[in-house]
């Protein structure tokens, strides 16, 4: 059973910059596709950014490309996050997720993932 656990969330001014992290346990991590999603209360789940289990093409929603960018360490079993240019409209939950990877490719549906971290806030606010 794969464990997935955030950190790195928190208040940021609008143009600042975050780095969330999101450790793995309990499974083989170069098993899975990785994915970063995001929720505002009210609002359907977006899935952000996702990255295959071997590297390849990764995968960006409209609204983050060219500001976010995800990465993955093998050896601390940790996938990242990196924001910058941060904008209010970021504000959110944000959660990691994690897929066996039956493709190459990831997928940026929710529907897709079964693992999920517990999520980590976001705030973008002067």
């Known amino acids: 059973q794969l464990r997935l656990v955030e950190s790195g969330g928190g208040l940021v001014q609008p143009g600042g910059s975050l780095r969330l992290s999101c450790a793995a346990s309990?499974?083989?991590?170069?098993?899975?596709?990785l994915g970063w999603f995001r929720q505002v209360p009210g609002k359907e789940r977006e899935g952000v950014s996702c990255m295959p289990n071997r590297g390849g093409s990764t995968a960006y929603a409209d609204s983050v490309k060219g500001r976010f960018t995800i990465s993955r360490d093998g050896v601390k079993k940790t996938v990242y996050l990196q924001m910058t240019d941060l904008k209010p409209e970021d504000t959110a939950v944000y959660f990691c997720a994690a897929t066996i990877a039956h493709y190459s490719y990831c997928t940026r549906s929710d529907r897709s993932y079964a693992y999920w971290g517990q999520g980590t806030q976001v705030t973008v606010s002067s």
């Open positions: 309990g499974s083989t991590f170069s098993d899975y596709h």
